[in-house]
């Protein structure tokens, strides 16, 4: 393998890497706060590009402010989702909240299905246009770097609000201990909801800059959610940083054994990885043993 | 996190032990009933119940490690793959005769479920969820990428006379015993002290370990009796389309399987075949909503798992005690 090949390789994992790591950092935010995992968050994406694609860029206004919206209105669908769903019954396992995450998945795929499936797949236009540049003989295209400063922009903002805002604290608070931090005066249902929200909006954006390099279609981020979960827990859910470094992981070992072994392997190449993580660090890369208490 | 320790005794339906006699003999008169009534009704009808029927059994295995274990298993479509293919392939690559190579697939199965488990052993929750879900995608992606296997298409199986005897209905009758020796199995052992073991383990491991209980050995065979099962189910699904192909038993399925064992009742004996009759009735019964049927099989779907956290089951017997408190 020459270096330009490998460099190749290199920078198409960690593009791929990094929507790994920002879904699995919505992924571990809901789990974090409400103990579920969100089976659901892809396909809230999907729905929300979907929106984008067909009716908000049909709107008179310029196409970041189209973005923006369309990142909101994902928002607000996903804290719908939390309030009608997450909050009926609260007495329930968390087996049965997970449950209610497929069961999620599954209308808002049949609805997406129902809508817009006959006439797949789409094209959704580039966020960063087409072409790119050359870097001392190397190409990068516009897409890759643009979906690379966004996805850093948007882990920097993360963490920002993580650790300089009362609200990242009081999130923070709530992951480590619920009861306690309800104890201490945190509203964990309001956090839960600012929580889902964020999470819509992060997924919804990752959606959007995954459509335009492949096709736009209802199956649009079933590929993803599993990497994104994998990513989530490789990195060890109890730690933020530690996720994002299970993503960008992730997507550069992947990448390396599809392009070194077979491109069939992909998917049981990184359930190897998984497994061999796990079987070293059962809580992740990353994370902390939990200690049980009777 | 502080767990309860449940040392009350189960609701009866909940423990199969202390079922009365009179349930058996009700179950078993309710199966022949069944299987006569299946056997007279026309051939799409049929086709319905024993795809019910199939369901329940690989349901009844899930609701084993899910329902009375509480362990995570998203990737029992997966146990069923190995079942279909493993019939397949031993039927078409080797010769064997149809029931020898749904046995040796189920037998080769029971191995596949305990080192799927073994992750069980360490990891919980989100973790154990993943792993199993992947362990189900996997299999998929390694059936659609060999040609031995069939490759995207799948495997044909020359089972045509298997399906033409009795005119067709010797596969309902085998459907039918199936089921039923699944209940009694999943009867036997979760009355027994596997049953109780996995309960506990279940409401509070390192409690179940304090008191001498082999948490690894029950794990791991709450695995490989789901998979056992998972795989007599796929089997005989394989004989009964004759088409054993990837897609049917995707990623898809093992969601499939586990709305199926939450939809019913989790940790209830029956609660797998009323999520069975759930998972295949809707869609059958909104045919003729056609785009629209999804969309009404997902609403239901939610409103069930939303509403009654204890499953259709478990809605039923709460409906009940109701009824009987109010002369």
Not at chain 1, 24 to 46: C, H, K, S
Not at chain 2, 76 to 90: D, E, K, R
Request: net charge positive.
């Amino acid at each position: 393998m020459n270096l330009d090949l490998a460099l190749a390789t290199a920078v198409a994992g960690i593009v791929s890497g990094s929507y790994y790591a920002l879904l699995g950092l919505a992924i571990a935010l809901i789990y974090r706060t409400t103990a579920v995992a969100n089976f659901a968050q892809g396909e809230l994406g999907t729905l929300g590009t979907f929106v984008l694609v067909l009716y908000v860029s049909r709107l008179p206004l310029p196409p970041g402010w189209q973005l923006v919206l369309s990142v909101l209105i994902s928002a607000g669908v996903s804290a719908i989702a939390y309030a009608a769903l997450m909050r009926a019954r609260p007495g329930a396992d968390a087996l049965n909240l997970t449950v209610r995450t497929l069961a999620l998945y599954t209308l808002v795929h049949a609805v997406t299905l129902y809508f817009w499936g006959a006439n797949e797949p789409y094209t959704a236009t580039g966020l960063f246009g087409e072409g790119g540049i050359d870097v001392a003989g190397f190409h990068l295209a516009y897409d890759q770097i643009g979906t690379l400063l966004i996805a850093a922009a948007l882990g920097l903002a993360l963490f920002a609000l993580f650790r300089f805002t009362p609200v990242g604290l009081a999130m923070r608070s709530v992951a480590m201990n619920a009861e306690v931090a309800s104890l201490l005066g945190v509203n964990v249902g309001r956090i839960a909801l600012v929580v889902w929200m964020i999470a819509g909006a992060i997924g919804a954006l990752v959606a959007m800059l995954i459509a335009p390099v492949s096709f736009l279609g209802t199956g649009l981020m079933q590929p993803y959610i599993l990497k994104a979960f994998t990513a989530a827990v490789l990195g060890g859910l109890s730690s933020f940083p530690g996720v994002i470094a299970g993503g960008l992981l992730l997507g550069v070992i992947e990448s390396f054994g599809a392009t070194w072994v077979s491109i069939h392997l992909r998917e049981p190449f990184s359930f190897a990885i998984l497994l061999l993580v796990l079987l070293f660090r059962p809580a992740g890369l990353f994370g902390r043993q939990q200690l049980g208490r009777v | 996190m502080t767990a309860q320790l449940e040392l009350e005794a189960p609701a009866p339906l909940a423990n199969g032990a202390s079922a009365p006699p009179r349930a058996a003999s009700w179950t078993v008169g309710g199966f022949a009933l069944l299987c006569i009534a299946g056997a007279l009704v026309g051939d799409y009808p049929r086709y319905v119940l024993t795809l019910w029927l199939v369901y329940s059994v690989s349901a009844l295995g899930l609701n084993l490690v899910m329902g009375y274990g509480k362990l995570y298993s998203l990737g029992h479509g997966g146990f069923m793959l190995v079942g279909a293919f493993g019939t397949a392939v031993a039927m078409n690559h080797w010769g064997w005769p149809a029931p020898a190579a749904v046995i040796g697939a189920a037998l080769f199965a029971i191995v596949v479920g305990v080192v799927v488990g073994l992750p069980a052993i360490r990891l919980k929750h989100f973790s154990l969820a993943i792993v199993t879900f992947a362990f189900g995608i996997t299999l998929f992606q390694l059936v659609k990428a060999f040609a031995y296997t069939g490759g995207p298409q799948g495997l044909f199986i020359d089972a045509g006379a298997l399906q033409a005897l009795w005119g067709g209905r010797l596969l309902w009758v085998v459907c039918c015993v199936l089921a039923l020796a699944g209940l009694a199995m999943c009867h036997r052992v979760t009355g027994s002290r596997t049953g109780r073991a996995l309960r506990l383990i279940a409401s509070n491991e390192t409690v179940a370990r304090s008191f001498g209980i082999g948490v690894t050995f029950y794990k791991l065979a709450a695995f490989g009796l789901a998979a056992l099962l998972g795989a007599l189910a796929g089997g005989l699904l394989a004989l009964i389309t004759g088409i054993v192909a990837p897609e049917t038993f995707g990623p898809d399925l093992s969601i499939l399987m586990f709305a199926a064992v939450m939809i019913g009742g989790q940790g209830r004996l029956f609660g797998p075949l009323l999520g069975a009759a759930f998972v295949v009735a809707i869609p059958e019964l909104t045919q003729d909503a056609r785009a629209l049927a999804q969309i009404i099989y997902a609403l239901l779907f939610i409103i069930v798992v939303t509403l009654f956290p204890e499953g259709l089951l478990g809605m039923i017997e709460s409906g009940w005690r109701r009824l009987r408190r109010r002369p």
